[in-house]
């Protein structure tokens, strides 16, 4: 059973930067990608980044780069995401994810099998 808990979530203001935390229990971490969700209320879940089990490879929404950088440590079972510039429209409650074995789109929500109870993310203005 792979249990993960994201941590980091807050509220600033528009410009600030957050980085939220998830660590993973289980031995298989680092043979998995990972990838972080957002869910804003009224909204449906939506793709933010993804990052390949190496860390070599990464990926991101249209709508977080330049300003979202996912990372992460397979020596701690925890991944990261720095978010920097943010603006009211990033406020939602952000999800952690272990990409299925076998999947290779990331951007897709079928495509995890592993999910985390979320951290809440508000962004004044």
């Known amino acids: 059973q792979v249990q993960l808990v994201e941590s980091g979530g807050g509220l600033v203001q528009a410009g600030a930067s957050l980085r939220l935390s998830c660590a993973a229990s289980?031995?298989?971490?680092?043979?998995?990608?990972m990838g972080w969700f957002r869910q804003a209320p009224g909204k449906e879940r939506e793709f933010v980044a993804a990052i390949s089990w190496s860390g070599v490879s990464t990926y991101y929404a249209d709508s977080v780069k330049g300003r979202f950088t996912i990372s992460r440590d397979n020596a701690k079972n925890t991944v990261y995401l720095q978010m920097n510039s943010l603006k009211p429209e990033d406020t939602a409650v952000y999800y952690c994810?272990?990409?299925?074995?076998?999947?290779?789109?990331?951007?897709?929500?079928?495509?995890?099998?592993?999910w985390g109870q979320g951290t809440q993310v508000t962004i004044s203005s």
């Open positions: 289980g031995r298989t971490f680092s043979s998995h990608a």
């Open positions: 994810a272990r990409v299925r074995a076998t999947t290779t789109d990331w951007s897709r929500g079928r495509s995890y099998d592993y």
